[in-house]
């Protein structure tokens, strides 16, 4: 081999190595560089810098609807007090009363021409009646009690009675309501087994019917035993046909007495039938209400 070819190998072997020392450098300098310092530790602390893209904001989950307040329904104020004319008979006071409280076209049921007539009607069974003298002492708007006197324990308070049949040929059917008053005080007259000097004086409502016996009570409201006050005490009343009668002279209003020695003073007594209905029974619900 000649001596220039020889150098001319050297040179372009040294070239060559030259190329593949530099070559890792070349594509080395086009490398994106690695995050600086500073890049992160603003990502470190929560704050992106000017030259670094970021996510969207974060949003507030949108504001739910507050619960809808239910208002109770609207009440009817009570009504004041009916106050009735005492230059009225009796008998009219309670029937303008009973429209007081929507209670009209009513029938009248009481058994009797007059005040005097109506309450001799009722009679009672295992106790005494005596009739009554009222006077201006009293303080009452009616004319005519009886005064029903119990003189032992008995089986139960349905082993007394005080009552009177309906007047007849009134209509009548099935649900019909049995609307009325009554004025009532009582007296326990001495201890006996079942009863203390201390207990008040007790007495039950009911409607019956001698179509069935009796069987029924008629689900009279107020209902359960009922306290007889030392003074007069007015009481509203009504109760249900519940069985299917069509003579209104089968059903009888009535008193059950059979709480021990005591005795018991009715007067006043006036009976209304009402053909059924929801407004109707509404307004008796009220009209009882306003007993105090």
Same mark, same amino acid.
């Given at each position: 081999?000649?001596?220039?070819?020889?150098?001319? &190998?050297?040179?372009?072997i040294?070239?060559? &190595?030259c190329?593949?020392?530099?070559?890792?450098?070349?594509?080395?300098?086009? $490398?994106?560089?690695?995050?600086?310092?500073?890049?992160?530790?603003?990502?470190?602390?929560?704050?992106?810098?000017?030259?670094v893209?970021t996510?969207?904001?974060?949003?507030?989950?949108p504001?739910?609807d507050?619960?809808?307040?239910? $208002?109770?329904?609207?009440t009817?104020?009570?009504?004041?007090p009916?106050?009735?004319?005492?230059?009225?008979?009796?008998?009219?006071?309670?029937?303008?009363? /009973?429209?007081?409280?929507g209670?009209k076209? *009513?029938v009248?049921?009481s058994?009797?021409?007059?005040?005097?007539?109506?309450?001799?009607?009722?009679?009672?069974?295992?106790?005494k009646?005596?009739e /009554?003298e009222?006077?201006?002492?009293?303080n009452?708007?009616?004319? %005519?009690?009886?005064?029903?006197?119990v003189?032992?324990?008995?089986? %139960?308070?349905g082993?007394?009675?005080?009552?009177?049949? /309906?007047?007849k040929?009134?209509?009548?059917?099935?649900?019909?309501l049995?609307? *009325?008053?009554?004025?009532?005080? *009582?007296?326990?007259l001495?201890?006996? $087994?079942?009863f %203390?000097?201390d207990?008040a004086?007790?007495?039950?409502?009911a409607?019956?019917?001698s179509?069935?016996?009796?069987r029924?009570?008629?689900?009279?409201?107020?209902?359960?035993?009922?306290?007889?006050?030392?003074?007069?005490?007015?009481?509203?009343f009504?109760?249900r046909?519940?069985?299917?009668?069509?003579?209104s002279?089968?059903?009888?209003?009535?008193f059950?007495l *059979?709480?021990g020695?005591q005795?018991?003073d009715?007067?006043?007594?006036?009976v209304?039938?009402?053909?059924?209905?929801?407004?109707? $029974?509404?307004?008796a619900?009220?009209?009882?209400? %306003?007993?105090?």
């Open positions: 081999m000649k001596k220039k070819t020889k150098k001319f &190998l050297i040179k372009f040294a070239l060559f &190595l190329v593949v020392f530099l070559f890792p450098m070349i594509f080395a300098c086009g $490398e994106k560089p690695a995050d600086t310092p500073a890049v992160t530790d603003a990502i470190t602390e929560g704050e992106a810098p000017a030259n893209e996510g969207p904001p974060a949003t507030e989950p504001p739910t507050p619960p809808p307040t239910t $208002e109770p329904p609207p009817e104020p009570p009504l004041p009916f106050v009735a004319d005492p230059n009225l008979p009796y008998w009219e006071q309670i029937r303008l009363e /009973l429209e007081y409280y209670l076209d *009513g009248f049921a058994n009797g021409a007059d005040e005097a007539e109506a309450m001799k009607r009722y009679q009672p069974q295992n106790a009646k005596a /009554l009222i006077t201006a002492a009293d009452v708007p009616f004319s %005519s009690a009886y005064r029903v006197t003189a032992k324990d008995t089986a %139960s308070y082993s007394v009675e005080y009552k009177a049949n /309906l007047a040929d009134k209509p009548i059917k099935q649900d019909d049995v609307i *009325g008053v009554f004025w009532i005080k *009582g007296e326990r001495s201890e006996t $087994e079942q %203390s000097k207990d004086p007790q007495y039950f409502l409607v019956k019917s179509t069935d016996s009796g029924t009570e008629g689900d009279v409201t107020p209902n359960g035993a009922q306290t007889a006050y030392a003074e007069w005490h007015k009481v509203f009504y109760g046909i519940l069985n299917e009668d069509t003579k002279n089968n059903i009888d209003f009535r059950f *059979g709480y020695n005795q018991i009715v007067g006043g007594v006036v209304y039938l009402f053909p059924y209905s929801a407004e109707t $029974e509404a307004a619900i009220k009209l009882v209400g %306003s007993n105090k």
